[in-house]
T-cell receptor, first 117, second 113 residues
Framework: AQTVTQSQPEMSVQEAETVTLSCTYDTSENNYYLFWYKQPPSRQMILVIRQEAYKQQNATENRFSVNFQKAAKSFSLKISDSQLGDTAMYFCAFMNPSGGGADGLTFGKGTHLIIQP | DAGVIQSPRHEVTEMGQEVTLRCKPISGHNSLFWYRQTMMRGLELLIYFNNNVPIDDSGMPEDRFSAKMPNASFSTLKIQPSEPRDSAVYFC???????????FGSGTRLTVV
């Protein structure tokens, strides 16, 4: 079974700063997918970014980028030029595609990110 | 597209009562998932369906929980009888298949008193 670990329960940074959220995972699979989801106080789960394990290039979506280290089983999220609206819970998630994409996501416990004005 | 629609948004019920949560997935998505979120256990996968067929219900905590998907546009999660420890936010999510991640509904906050 896969496990996902987020070691930072809470982080706080000033607006406009860069912040990195850490995530490690454990799997014996070689092909898999990794995701970061954002959950603001509205509790809506929003997909931020995804990464295919077979791709060496790190995924980027505007101010959000990842540092994917496959050998180390690490998948950190970097938020540049942080904004007040980035305040939310952030969840790292793992998916094993062996079930044709129908396997569920395994989530970490989350990191509560607070952006201070 | 209206996204994944869940109802009700909030539900308060007394212990022992039956509770039914509803979900309408995005049209064309052939996979549907039910998750439960609590402070203690985080996000847990309860059950998922592929093409309306339950694939894995190993996450369903007890026989008091049951889920159905009678057609591609509707699913229910039922708890009977409900207990205070069932209090949580229940999310429904759907996916078109492949590995594009899932679209979540807004969740149902269930409180059992």
């Amino acid at each position: 079974a896969q496990t996902v670990t987020q070691s930072q329960p809470e982080m706080s940074v000033q607006e406009a700063e860069t912040v990195t959220l850490s995530c490690t995972y454990d799997t014996s699979e070689n092909n898999y997918y990794l995701f970061w989801y954002k959950q603001p106080p509205s509790r809506q789960m929003i997909l931020v970014i995804r990464q295919e394990a077979y791709k060496q290039q790190n995924a980027t979506e505007n101010r959000f980028s990842v540092n994917f280290q496959k050998a180390a089983k690490s998948f950190s999220l970097k938020i540049s030029d942080s904004q007040l609206g980035d305040t939310a819970m952030y969840f790292c998630a793992f998916m094993n595609p062996s079930g044709g994409g129908a396997d569920g996501l395994t989530f970490g416990k989350g990191t509560h990110l607070i952006i201070q004005p | 597209d209206a996204g994944v629609i869940q109802s009700p948004r909030h539900e308060v019920t007394e212990m022992g009562q039956e509770v039914t949560l509803r979900c309408k997935p995005i049209s064309g998505h052939n996979s549907l998932f039910w998750y439960r979120q609590t402070m203690m256990r985080g996000l847990e996968l309860l059950i998922y369906f592929n093409n309306n067929v339950p694939i894995d219900d190993s996450g369903m905590p007890e026989d008091r929980f049951s889920a159905k998907m009678p057609n591609a546009s509707f699913s229910t999660l039922k708890i009977q009888p409900s207990e205070p420890r069932d209090s949580a936010v229940y999310f429904c999510a759907s996916s078109p298949g492949g590995n594009y991640g899932y679209t979540f509904g807004s969740g149902t906050r269930l409180t059992v008193v």
